[in-house]
């Protein structure tokens, strides 16, 4: 038995999805109506009967209305007719019954009615070869049972009828239960179908751009179904931009870096020369070779901080800003000894604490001030301020340089993007990027706007846990 149900269990679940639901549909729907013509049957045929006994007992009472007198009777009518009672009086003691042989049978039963012992009862058998139905009662005041019996052929055969019409109706709910499940299978897992067939297309083309069609009008009657394949075209959405965003920054680092690494042939090529150059030109290539491969060296870095999609959460620490900011203002006064950097921290939060990577953020805060220092005038101020601003950490970057232009803030954060003005200064494009990439990593957001007087002004603002706010001077 359990070999049989494992190979019914595996051929069920090899079996397609919308077999098995039409399959399930078709066999509940069919289980329903056979159930409620079986239920029919028994209460049709319960109910026949019961009329047919009902009819008994007034027979019976009306004849022992008319036979207070008789004494033991044998009946006569052999129940011959379907509308005539067969009725007949049985004494308890058997020496007292009468000549003539008795049409209905006559058993213990009924000699134990007729002295009381035993309580009335209906019986079914078979009289002259007609299926009959009797009623067995005791007549009252004296020792002598009462059987009354009439031919059950018309219940019957209503009952027979009524088991083929019912047999009928079962059969056509059971192929109408087929079809239901079918239809149900078909049209409930058509979205389902859909989106196996688009991840399938997905997986042969490997393009992202595929979506699944919605029905019309889903928005307003959406199902969980519905709302799955809306959910999946989502995360197609995303799937394809994240595609996409790889694939460009292949394209743009692979721009980015052809023209370093020409230079680095160039001077590798002039350096396997070198008896043929002067010091002074051996000098020059050999600087300008190191120089460049520390330009790339940077760039490669920078393109590997920006493939990381989020911080590993084993480095995460709690981490107070404040220290981080100062940290990064004095590396930057080493880095930019022309450059004012001035840092302003508010009470409040200086000692507020928030979960993070400290490279990362200290990172985030040197590209800003890097930034920063590129932009501004030699001996222009480059002012920092952190504060504890309606429940988060606000720190601003401004630099008093031209600030950027209403045309580049939209992509000032985008990868390799370098504005006109900056075309000339040193740098890859990638430094803004990366800070807008550990910001949201850090669930912060990052904002760049004009300043007010001229010059640029960056806004990091980190969202601060309850109770976070002064933790770290405990």
Not at 93 to 110: F, K, S
Not at 445 to 457: K, N
């Amino acid at each position: 038995m359990t070999g049989r149900r494992g190979l019914g269990s595996r051929w069920v679940r090899r079996r397609p999805l919308r077999t098995r639901l039409a399959v399930a549909a078709s066999a509940a729907v069919a289980l329903v109506a056979i159930g409620v013509c079986a239920a029919a049957f028994v209460i049709i045929r319960y109910q026949m009967t019961r009329q047919l006994d009902l009819h008994l007992a007034q027979t019976a009472t009306q004849v022992t209305r008319q036979t207070r007198g008789w004494g033991p009777t044998a009946g006569d009518t052999s129940c011959r007719f379907q509308a005539v009672a067969c009725v007949q009086i049985v004494p308890s003691a058997p020496d007292r019954d009468p000549r003539e042989r008795y049409q209905l049978p006559v058993t213990d039963a009924t000699r134990q009615v007729a002295t009381g012992r035993h309580t009335a009862y209906y019986s079914k058998l078979t009289v002259a070869g007609h299926p009959v139905r009797m009623f067995t009662t005791r007549l009252p005041g004296k020792d002598e049972a009462l059987q009354v019996a009439l031919r059950a052929d018309t219940v019957e055969r209503g009952v027979r009828q009524a088991a083929l019409a019912l047999s009928a109706v079962g059969g056509a709910g059971v192929l109408l239960a087929a079809g239901l499940g079918y239809w149900v299978s078909r049209t409930g897992l058509a979205p389902v179908a859909r989106l196996t067939a688009t991840a399938e297309r997905i997986a042969a083309t490997r393009d992202a751009r595929h979506r699944i069609e919605l029905p019309r009008g889903s928005a307003a009657h959406e199902d969980e179904i519905t709302r799955l394949a809306a959910t999946f075209n989502t995360m197609l959405g995303e799937l394809e931009q994240s595609v996409t965003a790889q694939r460009r920054l292949v394209a743009d680092a692979s721009h980015e870096l052809r023209t370093p690494l020409t230079a680095l042939r160039t001077n590798a090529e002039l350096l396997a020369r070198a008896d043929r150059l002067t010091d002074a030109q051996r000098d020059r290539a050999a600087g300008a070779l190191a120089r460049q491969l520390r330009e790339v060296t940077t760039l490669v870095n920078d393109l590997i901080e920006l493939a990381r999609d989020e911080e590993p959460q084993a480095l995460v620490e709690q981490v107070r800003p404040a220290a981080l900011l100062e940290h990064a203002v004095g590396a930057a006064r080493e880095h930019w000894p022309e450059i004012t950097f001035t840092a302003r921290i508010d009470q409040a939060a200086a000692g507020t604490t928030v979960p993070g990577v400290p490279a990362r953020l200290v990172r985030l805060l040197s590209n800003l001030l890097d930034n920063a220092a590129k932009f501004s005038p030699p001996g222009g101020p480059v002012e920092t301020e952190l504060a504890l601003v309606a429940g988060r950490l606000e720190l601003t970057v401004r630099d008093h340089g031209p600030g950027v232009a209403d045309a580049d803030l939209p992509h000032v954060f985008d990868r390799f993007y370098r504005a006109q003005a900056a075309r000339a200064l040193p740098g890859s494009g990638l430094g803004l990027a990366m800070a807008r990439q550990i910001a949201r990593a850090h669930h912060a957001d990052l904002t760049a706007e004009q300043a007010a007087g001229g010059g640029a002004l960056f806004r990091l603002r980190v969202p601060v846990r309850q109770g976070a706010a002064g933790d770290g001077g405990r």
